[in-house]
């Protein structure tokens, strides 16, 4: 049974930083790609990060570029996504997911399997 818990979530006043992580356990976590999606509310889910099984590779949405780090450490089955310089625009549920294929990673039907989310409020 594949289970993904993510945590760190909270309050953190604008311009500040969180680190979001995500236990995976239930598959090989080192042979899949790892994604990190968000849903503001009334907003539809979208893509934040992703990062490949190696960690060689990764892909940020363009509203997170200079400000978020997503890593991975598979001798721990745990990724991270590292947010500074926080916006009141990233208030959002954040979860993290895994993707067997890193062709189209930014795509959420990518992913088949999702954690339950953290929250993430930005004040400013």
């Known amino acids: 049974q594949v289970q993904l818990v993510e945590s760190g979530g909270g309050l953190v006043q604008a311009g500040g930083s969180l680190r979001l992580s995500c236990a995976a356990s239930?598959?090989?976590?080192?042979?899949?790609?790892m994604g990190w999606f968000r849903q503001a509310a009334g907003k539809e889910r979208e893509f934040v990060a992703a990062?490949?099984?190696?960690?060689?590779?990764?892909n940020y949405a363009d509203s997170v570029k200079g400000r978020f780090t997503i890593s991975r450490d598979n001798a721990k089955n745990t990724a991270y996504l590292q947010m500074n310089n926080l916006k009141s625009e990233d208030t959002a549920v954040y979860y993290c997911?895994?993707?067997?294929?890193?062709?189209?990673?930014?795509?959420?039907?990518?992913?088949?399997?999702w954690g339950q989310g953290t929250q993430v409020i930005v004040s400013s």
């Open positions: 997911a895994t993707a067997p294929s890193w062709y189209s990673a930014t795509t959420r039907y990518e992913y088949d399997y």
């Open positions: 239930g598959r090989t976590f080192s042979r899949y790609v």
């Open positions: 990062i490949m099984w190696s960690g060689g590779s990764t």
